[in-house]
């Protein structure tokens, strides 16, 4: 790929795991299945171009509505993820990070996820942050939470953002959301602020590194402006 402009910080809401299941007449838990597989491609074609940083939202606080049978078994595959991918992810250079509320989790799972955050927290190749039982308004009340038991008298946005479970990461430059869906459900609401948008049409389960090659092409297109004005080309 010719130098193009790179996102440092993508954000992505995988959508379209159940769409593309049933367009392959098969249960929704095997979309879920090739949705994992996709998260996988993705790092490694994303570690490829050099993306510093990717949140993917996995899993909200409003999935919770869905039939128990198919939350069980997005735990499940997970859990089946980890395992098969520990040491890969390590010796990656992936670095694991969590936005949301472990504290729902199972014990297994989530001790499963505090090993890997644990022997992973020094990897510096690429910050994986995977948003799990995560909401973007939840975030924001917690770190309003944070703010009242903490010493800090006076907020601005620097100081407001050092509460959020995130702040080590830079602002998401790019945010992509498949399936065609033109919405944000909750996803990184504060760190979206200035973000790219981009609603490609293809499933989840379909994403590789020619699709991700795709998003980024798109995204060299963009003009940030963050309210001044263009940049003149030479
Ligand atoms: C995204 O795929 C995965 C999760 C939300 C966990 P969906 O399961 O939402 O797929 P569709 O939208 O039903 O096709
Ligand atoms: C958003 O997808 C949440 C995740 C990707 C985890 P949903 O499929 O749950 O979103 P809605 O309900 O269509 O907005
Ligand atoms: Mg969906």
Redesign the pocket.
Known sequence: MKKINLPTHIGII???????AIKHSLP?LA??EE?ARAIKRMLIASKKFGIKAVSVF???TE?WKRPKEEVDG?FKILEKQIDENFQDFINGGFKLQISGNLNALETPLKTKIEKLLKESENNTKLIFNVCLNYGGRAEIVDACNKIIKSKVKNVDEKTFESFLQSSNLPPLDFVIRT?G?QRISNFMLWQIAYAELYFPNF??PQFNEKKLVKCLKEYSKRSRRFGGLTQEKK
């Not at 995988?14 to 593309?20: F, M, P």
């Open positions: 995988l959508d379209g795991n159940g769409r593309w929704r979309g879920h949705g996995a899993f909200s999935n997005i399936s869906e499933f989840w």
